[in-house]
């Protein structure tokens, strides 16, 4: 039913791409790149002077202007075009103006920084991008899978936490949970993806145009506790993207391990100074296959739509965005907790409002003000019963206001959620409300630039207990709870010759999460029965970092060192007792020890492990080399990461810390083809947390063939193309099943 409606869909967009084919019209395209590095710039605004005729280029530097004839632009025969001069202007750079007559289509235009400070540029929102990795469209076009854990899963230091591929969600040098924070367009996604392993990240990868992870000072920019730095997506829709033009985008795509199929429609629609923009999408995958069967239970039906419209104004813009994401998927089943699996349903309802203007007041030269609404619903229902067993429902109203400008920044931010719990699962319901004040400043000082970030704010943690009496917590110490946190970073960044030298020291401090305090029920879809811990206090992290970069073309060369200490690093940890994981004791149940771990339950003779929060004394750290060999079409780039956690309270080594991996891409490009061979070695993973088992090591072979214009991209990727057995460590069920063998997957898009 599915493939019948995207057929439909693709008769639809051919009949449309067929009437347009031959049209003529007067229009330029092509790609903005540093002078001096020969990257793309994102961003770039690209007008006809003296005219409302505006665009911007894409995370790839590429941009499309379409010049209608009869438009209000100042020459005197309107159907001359070779005195219109175009421009090309960035905040950073120095403006460029070209006759529209000296321009072709698919030319690259070279900009040049520029040493002093520019006036602010035509809507462009954003100033303090130092990304540590960028991933464009290209490369996510590559790359791109059904989530976003598995597009990452070859970048160094990004693991894959996972109840089987759908529940994928990445863990970064062995930080998970929300101590790094997962944005969306700069804006937290207002999911529970970062409280739990199985509740997913509602998000497409269809709708992402780039991403970005941030580290160092600017990251306090996003919250108070990104040790691990913000993963922030860029989406297709953004207001920055003005068009000038009826667009159409289409994508389609699948892959064969689990016989997913995924197609989405995007419409872009220009009205005077206003723009709307549609966003529709669709996908379904059945159960996944792994080298020695089928994973019962790992199915997943997604579909969302989006609506925004954006009023562009002299100085800026105003956008209003309503989205809705829905998602049904499955938790496979295992005798450590459903022996039928757990089914899960997701809704969440987004209203959001973006306002951005460009200004003149001090040092600052813009203001943008951002409002979310989300509602959010997580439902739990045992397979073979119709009525959920956990619910767990949240609204969060999300305000921030920031002015912004290339040396200083400034924000004040207001966060209130609603948690409501239902079913089986006895926390209380509970109200937060979260008020911070952040800046970033950036000082150049004798050939230095000084960098430092800070975050203040308080959190009020409201229960409301709803029963006189919980399973394992008492009534009287479910009461309210505030926290006043400061977070701050500093560091530095200096350029001589071809190397860059970069550091910077962070200290953050978490307040805990609802669930870490109050929770008392089973959690489903985690194999879990949860125990809070009332009493806990500000996780604190204090992490250095230092970075070291040659930049000599064709050569590239950069190696990273981190160290992360926190004197009481919160987990959530088994209960008891266990001398060996999975053995019977006398009463039929594992790990049976003088401390009950386990609680009966769940489907025919279920049982979960109970959980509690722990705090310990840990130290994570590591490092990252890089080797980029770039000549013409021919390229070589070799990742290296490592990291280790210690357990100090125990002495013992940390959970959850990802296997040292090698990555090494070879690439190719020909014109719009290009090919890749990926190589990945994942070493064994010996170093054993608690309840921890061994993982061996894996090779894996990828081949990549991509073809891109600026209208059509297609994409073939042959995953584990040698069919090889292997083990994510860090999966959740790898005792029931390998992760995916040879896989196939497709995409394409059309832009029309």
Known sequence: MLLNKYTYYIFICSAIILGNLFSQNNSISGWVLD???????????????????????????????????????????????????????????????????????????????????????????????????????????????????????????????????????????????????????????????????????????????????????????????????????????????????????????????????????????????????????????????????????????????????????????????????NMDYGIPPSEEGHILGV???????????????????????????????????????????????????????????????????????????????????????????????????????????????????????????NYTSYANLEVDEIIKREFSYISSSIGFEKKSNKWTYKGWLIQTMRPPKIEELYSDGPHLGTYAYEIGEPNLDLEKIYGIESIILYNSNPFNVSLTNFLNYSPYYYQMTKMGECDEEMVLGENGYPCSGPEYDFIEWGSGPGWLYMYDTKGVEALIMGYEFNLNYTQHDFSIDYDFSYVRGENLSFEEPLSYMNPAKHVLNIGYDQNFMNYKLRLSKIHSQNRLGEFETYTPSAFLMDFIISFQNKRQAFTLQFNNILDQTHYNHLSKIKFIAPEPGRNLVISYKLLF
């Open 343 to 465: 089914d899960i349903t997701l809704l969440k309802n987004t209203l959001q409002v973006n306002a951005h203007y460009d200004i003149s007041y001090g040092q600052f030269k813009q203001l943008d003000i951002r409002y979310n609404f989300i509602d959010y619903e997580h439902q739990e229902f045992e397979n073979d019963v119709d009525y959920y067993s956990v619910s767990l429902a949240k609204n969060t109203h999300h305000f921030k206001v920031e002015l912004l400008s290339e040396i200083m920044s400034l924000g004040a931010e207001l966060e209130y959620k609603d948690f409501i719990p239902a079913g089986f699962y006895w926390t209380p319901n509970t109200d937060e409300t979260n008020v911070s004040f952040y800046g970033y400043i950036k000082k150049n000082y004798k050939n230095y630039d000084l960098l430092g970030s800070f975050r203040i704010g308080h959190i009020i943690i409201d229960p409301k207990p």
């Open 35 to 325: 002078d001096e590095t020969n990257t793309p710039i994102k961003d770039v605004s690209v007008y006809v002077k003296e005219s409302n005729l505006v665009t911007s280029t894409d995370v790839d530097g590429y941009f499309y202007l379409y010049i209608c004839p009869k438009c209000n632009i100042s020459i005197e025969e309107q159907n001359d075009f070779k005195e219109v001069i175009i421009v090309f202007d960035l905040i950073g750079y120095e403006k460029k103006f070209i006759q529209f007559s000296q321009l072709n289509n698919n030319t690259k235009i070279l900009l040049k920084k520029k040493s002093i400070k520019l006036e602010s540029t035509h809507i462009h929102d954003e100033y303090m991008y130092e990304e540590d990795i960028l991933l464009d469209s290209k490369e996510l076009q590559e790359n791109i899978r059904s989530n976003l854990a598995n597009s990452l899963s070859y970048q160094p230091n990004i693991g894959v936490v996972s109840f089987g591929t759908v529940t994928s969600k990445p863990i970064i040098r062995g930080l998970s949970g929300d101590r790094f924070l997962l944005t969306k367009d700069g804006m937290q996604i207002g999911d529970l993806s970062q409280t739990a392993i199985d509740h997913v990240i509602s998000l497409d990868m269809t709708e992402v145009s780039g991403v970005e992870l941030i580290r160092g000072p600017r990251a306090l920019f996003y919250g108070s506790n990104p040790v691990g730095g913000v993963l922030n997506t860029s989406i297709f829709g953004n207001p920055k993207s003005r068009v000038n033009k009826f667009y159409k985008n289409i994508k389609l795509g699948g892959e064969s391990f689990n016989e997913g199929i995924f197609g989405n429609l995007m419409f872009f629609i220009p009205i005077k100074n206003n723009q709307l923009n549609i966003y529709l999408n669709n996908r379904e995958t059945k159960n996944q296959t792994s080298p020695i069967g089928t994973l019962a239970n790992t199915y997943s039906l997604t579909s969302n739509y989006k609506i925004g419209f954006t009023n562009y104004q002299k100085q800026g813009y105003i956008n209003f965005v309503i989205e809705n994401f």
